[in-house]
């Protein structure tokens, strides 16, 4: 009998300790929110946009400052094929409980041969929110990351 109780009471114990770490690793997935994307960020993009039926080559970086309420203010200085422009970002965004969301931005140029427009993007939250993943979802070829300055 006596090995036989330990053996028991150490499979409950190790059962509730594996119930412990599954519930809390579920956790630690969960719980995002708009909160969780507030800071200023650098950022670098790369890719092919739409241009009028033509994929040309975009490539940039930018400052995108989030104020963890869902706006999202900046700016960006970029080449589309040969290009040089700048503008000025303004635009909202979603998070959703497992860090992914979107973001919808309107870009605004006055640099000579770029125009401004908008576009939206598929997001997830990375390093605890240091770090965000983003991919444009308006048919335009682009990633980005950004990286917290703080």
Same mark, same amino acid.
């Given at each position: ?25 579920? +956790?630690?997935? *969960? @719980? ?7 800071? #200023?960020?650098? %950022?670098?993009? $790369? !890719? ?48 959703? +409980?497992?860090? *992914? @969301? ?7 140029? #006055?640099?000579? %041969?770029?125009? $401004? !427009? ?33």
């Amino acid at each position: 009998m006596r090995i036989v109780i330990p053996g028991i009471l150490a499979a409950a114990l190790g059962a509730l300790f594996i119930s412990l770490a599954v519930n809390g690793n579920a +956790a630690a997935r *969960s @719980g995002f929110s708009s909160a969780s994307l507030k800071g #200023s960020y650098a %950022g670098k993009f $790369s !890719g092919n946009i739409d241009a009028g039926g033509d994929l040309l080559p975009f490539h940039g970086i930018g400052i995108f400052v989030s104020d963890g309420k869902g706006n999202l203010s900046g700016h960006e200085t970029y080449t589309v094929d040969i290009t040089p422009c700048e503008a000025s970002i303004s635009g909202t965004y979603t998070i959703d +409980a497992d860090g *992914s @969301g979107t973001n919808a931005v309107t870009f605004t140029t #006055s640099s000579p %041969g770029c125009t $401004s !427009g908008s576009y939206t993007q598929g997001l997830a939250i990375a390093q605890r929110g240091r770090e965000i993943l983003l991919s444009n979802t308006n048919g335009d070829q682009v990633s980005e990351e950004w990286h917290l300055q703080r």
